[in-house]
């Protein structure tokens, strides 16, 4: 994975002296690939709460379903994933929670000479609902595509023209009047291992040859996910990635997709008439979804992160001093090779985002970078895209621009705040990853921060800063409010990292609570991935 | 262009005997691409009628200004198409009828240092228009992809990319509140070399060398633009292609283009608020669309066939012989090979698409091939996507399927008689050639035929038909209403032609008023096509 990698570059460099095991954990702490960590943090229900929960999910499936009948519109359920996640059994709670009368399920895994000799897409179209029904698929368009790249009988352009396909068939069946729900079920590596041995000392049956391929092959095949999903993750059909290795928590969480996606899709449809009270079930549903995401952000990513990890201040001293050095002349390497680094820094307030900044730029010269704070937009600003701001302010070769919060306000504060609604918070994952790409495909040297620190933390700042006169400025009545809403960021924060945190441009989730350790953190990540820029390692180190 | 090589490799294989010049007329009566023919009909505009309307859709262009500055969207206007159409012009006569002080207009042509330092849209995203404000691109996110891709510095696949992000970015606009309007200038060959030879002779100055570089290169700059414009041409921001050759016809169309997406767009916004009386201005609007439009339908890409061709028939006896003795066994050689082929049969009423259907099959082997009549949609078909009823009854391998009547229904008859919605039909331009590429790309050998015939003609067969009680069944109310509807379907068409043929799944207008003549012409195009299927050409022989 991406951090290893990273890790094992390191200590073959001598810019930075390596410190043994306290270290390694900084830059260890995710195990799986960038986009999929959000769905290894041990997410799970326990059986009282399943068995709540399930029969109100059952219950407003059939409601909806009745309300899908009338409507006009249909439904198309995708299940894919890894394997041994359980796809089968999510397949079987489907046809129990919905009428059956009206729910076919289509299963594509081997092809018939029938369809082998149309094009690949015939197979699709037949097994698309007729209005007022549903389709399960199991496996789908998407399965193809990427057993070819994994198993690389198709290359990147060519993966890239099937999900462009992919897309605007979603898209036009969106626009015919489907909902489309799009689920991905994901296991970290060591789940599935353990899950497919499993299975082969109970099953009578000698393990599938393709589970084993799978299952050697699993870091190509999360690297080919994350960009197909990345690159089909839009507003109208957004993917779910659901952590499967609680069976509870995966099926509540398919409820919750599917409940959220007919609710919205069916009110869309009522648009031209006129406006309807919520139904019963909706507000029955808000309570479960309530429960739920509640639920989800008890354990979100940032709870995978070690806040105990501190610093002394002589280990501080020591590194500190060096990666400065290094990061002095990183930057005036990078302006002498012509390349851009951009650093975004996100976090919760009073997380240290300032000082963390300030640290950086200590150690640049000054003419080499630029901080960008972005407060409240300007009126010109207001007059555009939201990314327009954004786009401005990229620097010229051999620059340094450093954005003090940014276009993450979208899926944040613009989210939770209410601010954007919901189908515009949504398509903006796709906006972001299509702009950060067009960055790093340019060159650019791109790093993503989230300062985090614990909710007593950063109690523990904001007192300390109501008592300090020079610091009195920096608490407002605005960092209490949001600190109301800590849980509903959470699942913000959890979500913006599901969705936008891939290979070519991963989150770094700081360690915030010890400020020394913090900074180190950072400093370490930008000399790190600077030094990777401007001496890449070879690919077949890969 | 397509035509010629099918000409030149009908010649050099045996299966055909070849008769002179006439037969040639058959297979040549294009000059252009495929897509752009609809562009090279010669339409244009008196001095009255250019006097006449170009005031008024100055004023519409400032009332729709002013309705702009209060909608919070803005306007994006792309002015692109080959050397030598005018564009600077165009641009000049867009800055006289909008006001200027919140219009902008932006070349592209070099780059600057301070661009070439960025992502490639860095220079676009700074040159959007503010909500409120008009955005003139002359050149735009076209140019580079397109040169790029005529002087083979980029090859298909990343071209594709390059166009998705334009796609991304279009649609990101869109969603935005953005109205975009592109507007594609096209001449034919010819037309162009004539200009810019003229050009060349008063200026002053030498011909650009780039100039001569594209006019030497109009083939493959016609190729490429062709798969860019259609792969772009969404729902949401879709081409208008402009015939180029008359300055008055060129601008009184881009006026029309505007007004009628300002129209479009300006309504959109409005969704939500209660629902107003059209503007004094739109029902002027209208007029000048109306009296265009007329214009328009007037001289289209049907005007371009020769209807007078007519065959003896002696010599109708012995290339039908010969041609039927071909079909049948290139049927058979294409089971062998199993090729799919499939046929698509549009025209007009009494056009004579049943009895070419007839004498097409009556060569095959019964087993071979399938008629599928589209006549109303079934319940189920209804509960679909419109394009579901064609994608079931796509052929198995070696097999030749035959549409009497087809998806094109969709932007004819669904159009006309607004069965669709606007927005409906204008998506299902890219929706149908997305469906026939992939049917190309899987082999398939399609074929799509416009069965022509004069107004007059249809008439005389209306009458014969009234009066021969074996015929009687066969004539309708409908067909007289249709008839009365004429123009309309002619505009439909020639859009049809325009956006939906290319140079891999290209229209063929068939000249009807000769049954016999029309027969041929059919029968040899089938002939040419599934011949070029199985033996297709070198590479370098292009």
């Known amino acids: 994975m991406a951090f290893h990698a990273v890790w094992l570059q390191l200590t073959q460099v001598?810019?930075?002296?390596?410190?043994?095991?306290?270290?390694?954990?900084?830059?260890?702490?995710?195990?799986?690939?960038?986009?999929?960590?959000?769905?290894?943090?041990?997410?799970?229900?326990?059986?009282?709460?399943?068995?709540?929960?399930?029969?109100?999910?059952?219950r407003l499936c059939l409601e909806l379903q009745q309300r899908l009948r009338v409507s006009g519109k249909a439904l198309v359920i995708i299940v894919s994933g890894v394997?041994?996640?359980?796809?089968?059994?999510?397949?079987?709670?489907?046809?129990?929670?919905?009428?059956?009368?009206?729910?076919?399920?289509?299963?594509?895994?081997?092809?018939?000479?029938?369809?082998?000799?149309?094009?690949?897409?015939?197979?699709?179209?037949?097994?698309?609902?007729?209005?007022?029904?549903?389709?399960?698929?199991?496996g789908s368009w998407y399965t193809k595509p990427l057993v070819d790249a994994a198993f690389d009988k198709i290359d990147e352009a060519e993966l890239d023209q099937e999900l462009k396909r992919i897309e605007e068939l979603e898209r036009t069946l969106t626009a015919d009047g489907n909902i489309i729900v799009k689920l991905w079920f994901h296991l970290s590596k060591s789940v599935q291992q353990e899950r497919l041995e499993h299975e082969a000392k109970v099953s009578k049956f000698k393990k599938s040859?393709?589970?084993?391929?799978?299952?050697?092959?699993?870091?190509?095949?999360?690297?080919?996910?994350?960009?197909?999903?990345?690159?089909?993750?839009?507003?109208?059909?957004?993917?779910?990635?659901?952590?499967?290795?609680?069976?509870?928590?995966?099926?509540?969480?398919?409820?919750?997709?599917?409940?959220?996606?007919?609710?919205?899709?069916?009110?869309?449809?009522?648009?031209?008439?006129?406006?309807?009270?919520p139904s019963a079930g909706f507000r029955d549903f808000q309570k479960i979804h309530d429960v739920l995401s509640a639920k989800s952000s008890q354990i979100t990513v940032l709870d995978t992160v070690d806040l105990t990890q501190s610093l002394t201040a002589v280990e501080y001293e020591n590194r500190n001093n060096k990666l400065q050095r290094g990061l002095h002349d990183l930057v005036w390497q990078m302006y002498n090779a012509k390349r851009n680094a951009v650093l975004v820094f996100e976090g919760w307030d009073a997380?240290?985002?300032?000082?963390?900044?300030?640290?950086?730029?200590?150690?640049?010269?000054?003419?080499?970078?630029?901080?960008?704070?972005?407060?409240?937009?300007?009126?010109?600003?207001?007059?555009?895209?939201?990314?327009?701001?954004?786009?401005?302010?990229?620097?010229?070769?051999?620059?340094?621009?450093?954005?003090?919060?940014?276009?993450?306000?979208?899926?944040?504060?613009?989210?939770?705040?209410?601010?954007?609604?919901?189908?515009?918070?949504?398509?903006?994952?796709?906006?972001?990853?299509?702009?950060?790409?067009?960055?790093?495909?340019?060159?650019?040297?791109?790093?993503?921060?989230?300062?985090?620190?614990?909710?007593?933390?950063?109690?523990?700042?904001?007192?300390?800063?109501e008592k300090d006169p020079r610091k009195q400025h920096k608490i407002t009545d605005e960092d209490w409010r949001?600190?109301?809403?800590?849980?509903?960021?959470?699942?913000?924060?959890?979500?913006?990292?599901?969705?936008?945190?891939?290979?070519?441009t991963p989150w770094t989730i700081v360690a915030g609570n010890?400020?020394?350790?913090?900074r180190i953190q950072i400093l370490e990540t930008v000399c790190n991935g600077l030094q990777r820029t401007l001496f890449p390692e070879p690919k077949n180190s890969k």
Do not use: C
């Open 83 to 138: 394997e041994g996640a359980g796809k089968g059994e999510v397949v079987d709670r489907l046809n129990r929670w919905f009428d059956t009368r009206d729910v076919q399920t289509h299963a594509f895994w081997d092809e018939t000479d029938d369809e082998r000799q149309r094009p690949r897409f015939w197979k699709f179209w037949r097994s698309l609902p007729m209005q007022g029904t549903v389709s399960v698929m199991f």
């Open 351 to 465: 997380g240290g985002k300032g000082s963390a900044i300030r640290r950086l730029t200590a150690a640049m010269d000054a003419r080499l970078y630029r901080v960008i704070p972005i407060a409240a937009p300007t009126d010109e600003e207001k007059g555009h895209h939201y990314l327009w701001r954004f786009w401005r302010h990229i620097p010229r070769a051999g620059y340094v621009t450093i954005y003090d919060r940014s276009w993450y306000g979208r899926v944040l504060v613009e989210r939770v705040e209410g601010y954007a609604q919901p189908h515009e918070w949504m398509r903006s994952y796709q906006e972001i990853n299509d702009f950060e790409e067009q960055l790093v495909d340019h060159g650019v040297a791109l790093f993503k921060f989230w300062i985090h620190i614990s909710k007593d933390e950063q109690y523990r700042r904001f007192k300390e800063r």
């Open 482 to 504: 949001n600190r109301e809403r800590w849980d509903n960021y959470k699942s913000a924060i959890n979500d913006m990292v599901a969705h936008t945190s891939t290979a070519h």
């Open 14 to 58: 001598n810019l930075i002296d390596t410190e043994p095991a306290r270290v390694i954990l900084i830059s260890l702490f995710m195990e799986g690939d960038p986009m999929f960590e959000a769905a290894e943090v041990g997410r799970s229900l326990a059986k009282e709460e399943f068995k709540q929960l399930e029969p109100e999910i059952h």
């Open 514 to 518: 010890d400020k020394k350790f913090a």
């Open 209 to 277: 040859p393709l589970l084993e391929e799978f299952s050697k092959n699993y870091d190509r095949f999360a690297e080919v996910s994350e960009r197909a999903l990345r690159l089909t993750d839009t507003g109208f059909a957004p993917w779910h990635i659901i952590e499967a290795t609680d069976p509870r928590y995966r099926d509540i969480s398919v409820g919750d997709a599917i409940v959220a996606r007919m609710e919205a899709g069916l009110a869309e449809e009522s648009k031209s008439r006129p406006q309807e009270e």
